[in-house]
Structure formats: C-alpha cells, structure tokens
C-alpha cells in the first residue's frame, strides 16, 4: 500500500463532502479550482492529492462530479459497511450514536459498552449498553472493525489494552491523552481541548 499522508487524506474526505454540496446542487463538472476555493487551499495542492491515487478528469474539461465522488469513496474505503462499537456511555458515547453521519458513509454503530453496573442494559438511541468485561467475545460477536474510546483520561490506556487484546486493529480515541498500542493498531485522535487551546493562540496572537 502506497505510503499517503495524514494530511492528503484529510483533504480527500473535504473533497468528498464538497463533491456531495455540487451533487445536490445540480452541478456536472467542476474544475481544480473550485475545488480548491471550497477547500480553502491551490488547485496545484488539489491536483497533487488526486495525482497519488491516478489520473482524474481531462486537461480543461475538469471533474465529472460524480465520478470523482464515487472514485473517491472508493479510495477511503466507503463503498463498504464498518462495523462500530463505542466504549462509554456517557455523554460524548451516547451522543455518537445518534450521530446520522456516521451510518451515511457506511460507519455501523453496532456495540456500545461501559464497566458503571447503572448504565450496562439501559438503552441507548436503539442498543442496548453491554458490559466491558466480556469485551472480547462481544467483538467477536459482531465482528467489530473500529472502535471508539469515550472515556474519562485515566481510563482510556487499559480500554485500549483489551479492545487491541480481542483484535481491535483501528481506534478513534476521545480521551485527551495519547495511547501506547503495537505498530500494526491504528489510532486518530478527536481531542476537543486541544482544538480549543488552537483557537486560543490564534485569538492571542492575532495582530
């Protein structure tokens, strides 16, 4: 598998979504530069990223829109279904579940679990909150293919240990602390803090 950037499939995943604006807007083709304005980036950084996965469009012609889209969903793996499950079922878990983006591009919440004895068997927009500690076979079960970590900090290392001990090979993890797994897991980050703390220096140092 060719080696890509973090970054480069970040911009692939706005294409995406700016290619389903166009879509619902009626539009046909579209050129790098629009693309690229919708982006907020150059056409040449648009070309560069299309230009790691193949040859797209034609010189002056641009982009069929739908063609793209559906090369692109292709390219991040979206022409199939991900099984989901979610670790905590408080407030950002609970959330999750019901977010509508999650199911549109093939990302199925099948499991969400928690180890507090009041939330495991309560219902949760549809599932039911399973117990952790049968965390393996529930995996097994319904043959999990990412999982989601929204867990207080000091708890976020040892979920992750048993999600990577039942087979776990991708984690979006929620908790703001960095996670220790073998080479061969994957982990993306969603920390909200630091976004924020992002937006602070921006503000602070403005001139």
């Given amino acids: 598998m ?6 480069t499939i970040r911009r692939m ?16 083709t579209v050129s790098s530069d629009t693309l690229a304005e919708m982006d907020g980036i150059t056409s040449a950084q648009v070309r560069k990223d299309l230009s790691f996965f193949g040859t797209f469009g034609k010189r002056g012609f641009g982009y069929n829109v739908k063609s793209l889209k559906k090369q692109i969903e292709n390219i991040l793996g979206l022409y199939r279904t991900w099984n989901v499950a979610i670790v905590g079922a408080g407030n950002i878990g609970r959330a999750l579940t019901e977010y509508a983006e999650f199911k549109k591009q093939g990302f199925v919440i099948r499991l969400i679990m928690d ?10 927009h549809g599932l039911t909150v399973k117990d952790f500690a049968k965390v393996n076979e529930l995996v ?16 976020a290392q040892p979920v992750a240990d048993k999600l990577v001990d039942a087979g776990i090979k991708a984690i979006l993890n929620f908790a ?3 996670l220790k797994v073998p080479k061969d897991v994957l982990v993306k980050y969603e920390n909200m803090a630091v976004e924020m703390e992002s937006l602070s220096y921006y503000l602070s140092n403005k001139k």
């Fill in 2 to 7: 060719k080696k890509i950037s973090d970054s």
């Fill in 140 to 155: 097994k079960e319904e043959q999990i293919d990412i999982a989601i970590i929204a867990v207080p900090s000091d708890s």
């Fill in 13 to 28: 995943s706005k294409y995406f979504r700016s290619l389903e604006q166009l879509i619902d807007k009626g539009v046909e």
């Fill in 176 to 178: 703001p602390r960095s």
């Fill in 115 to 124: 180890k507090d004895k009041n939330k495991i068997g309560k219902q949760v």
